[in-house]
């Protein structure tokens, strides 16, 4: 968070600096009309490229969309809570009507207690537009499957763009090969 606001602080005097001595003739702005954007660089060692080119993108759109400091402590807040797990999930029974029996449940989950995240809807929200809703993911799927029972039958909602991911594939098998007990389930978009 230091680099944060240091960084912020340099862009601020930056923006000063052009505001007040740039002048293109003919043409008077009001307000600010310089916008930058900025991201910490989170290198993945398997993919330097990748990692810079979505660095850059992310970036690129902070400085579009103008939510420096917001943009920049969601993705702070969301990467925390990917990197801690800090999601707890809920079951929800999925009823047979004819029987009254539970035939199945299905997964909710729920952010870090009180805090903006706890609500599932901001949560999923905040980390798609800060592109970390496939990672999320995956560890929602992960501790479902780590959390249900041999015998369960389990329903995990996940995104369309998660399932299409090109790692979708060796990642579940990864989960999987972690897993020693699997019961059945569905993973729905």
Known sequence: MDVISITERYIS?????ITAHLHIPGNEFEGDYFQAGYMVLELNSET???SLQDTYQKALAMAKKSRQTNYNQMVHEISEI???ENISLLSQPIINVEDQTISAMEVLTRGPTNSPYEHPLHLFSMARQTNLLYPLELI???KA???MG????????TSPQTVAHNDFPSDMDYIFSQLSVIGSFAIST
């Open 13 to 17: 005097e930056i923006q000063k600096y």
């Open 140 to 142: 929602v799927i992960k």
């Open 150 to 157: 041999e015998t369960d039958i389990t329903f995990i909602n």
């Open 82 to 84: 990917i990197r801690t």
């Open 145 to 147: 499957l780590n959390q």
């Open 48 to 50: 330097p490229i990748q």
